[in-house]
C-alpha cells in the first residue's frame, strides 16, 4: 500500500480505530458501514471515510468495511504487524506497573527490567527478572532491544537517554518529566498522565460553569 503524508492529528486516531475494530473482530463482526463505525466510536463517519481514504480507503460503497482486513492493515501502518523487543529501566512504582501490564497483546515484548537498587537484583515482575544497570551494554548487545521504556527519576534521565543513543536504542517510551535531548535518530515519546488529568480538569470545569450559567437563566 502506498502511504503519502499523513497528518499527525490522523496517526493519533489510528490506535482508536484499531482497538474498536479489534473489539469487533472478538464479537465475530464480519463488516461495518461508516456510519455504525462512527456512532461506536463517536466520530462522524466523514472523518472515518476521510481518515482512511488517507490510505486508500478501505471500504466499498455499499459494503463498508471489511474488520479483518481494516483492522489488520491499520495494525500495518502502526508497525504492529511485526514483534518488539521492550525493556524497562527504573523498576519503581510505575516501572512495575507497566511491567504487570501485557503489552504483549499490542506486540511489544518486555524482556528485561533495569534497576540501580541492589534490593531489586533478582527480583520478578510477572516472570521477567530485575537486571542491575551494569548488565544494560551487555544485554542489549546480546539481545534485540528495539524500545525502551524509561521510568527513573527526572534527574536520571537525561544521562540514561544519552547512553541509550550511544548503544544504538533508536526507540524510548519515555516517562520522566523531561526532555530527553537526544538526537532525532531516536523516536522518543513523552508520556504524561498529569497533562491529561489537567485536560480533564479543563474540560471538568467548563461543563460545570455552562451547568452552573444555564443553571441561571
Ligand atoms: N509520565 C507520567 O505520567 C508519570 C507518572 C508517574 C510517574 N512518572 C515519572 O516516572 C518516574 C518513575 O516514577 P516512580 O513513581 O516509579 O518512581 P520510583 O522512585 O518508585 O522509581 C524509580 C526507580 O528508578 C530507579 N533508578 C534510579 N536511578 C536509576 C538509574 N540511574 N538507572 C536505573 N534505575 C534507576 C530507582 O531505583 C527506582 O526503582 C519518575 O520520573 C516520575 O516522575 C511519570
Keep these: 500500500m502506498k502511504q503519502r503524508e499523513i497528518s499527525a492529528a490522523v496517526i493519533r486516531r489510528l490506535p482508536r480505530y484499531y482497538r474498536y475494530l479489534g473489539e469487533l473482530l472478538q464479537n465475530d463482526v464480519v463488516r461495518i458501514s461508516s456510519k455504525e463505525l462512527s456512532n461506536r466510536m463517536r466520530v462522524t463517519a466523514s472523518q472515518i471515510r476521510q481518515d482512511l481514504n488517507n490510505f486508500g480507503g478501505f471500504g466499498q460503497q455499499g459494503y463498508g468495511y471489511n474488520v479483518e482486513y481494516l483492522h489488520s492493515e491499520i495494525g500495518k501502518i502502526l508497525g504492529l504487524d511485526v514483534q518488539h523487543n521492550m525493556i524497562i529501566i527504573g523498576a ?126
Design 92 to 217: 519503581g512504582n510505575l516501572g512495575q506497573a507497566l511491567a504487570n501490564y501485557n503489552f504483549e497483546k499490542v506486540g511489544f515484548n518486555l524482556i528485561g527490567i533495569f534497576d540501580t537498587n541492589p534490593r531489586l537484583k533478582g527480583v520478578s515482575v510477572r516472570g521477567i527478572e530485575i537486571y542491575m544497570m551494569d548488565m544494560l551494554d551487555e544485554f542489549v548487545a546480546t539481545h534485540q532491544v528495539d524500545v525502551v521504556t524509561l521510568t527513573v527519576p527526572k534527574r536520571q534521565a537525561v544521562e540514561i537517554g544519552h547512553h541509550l543513543e550511544e548503544i544504538g536504542i533508536r526507540a524510548i517510551w519515555n516517562f520522566a518529566p523531561t526532555d530527553l535531548n537526544v538526537s532525532e535518530d531516536v523516536c522518543v515519546k513523552n508520556v504524561h498522565l498529569n497533562e491529561s488529568l489537567m485536560t480533564l480538569s479543563y474540560e471538568y470545569r467548563a461543563m460545570h460553569t455552562q451547568d452552573e450559567e444555564s443553571g441561571r437563566d
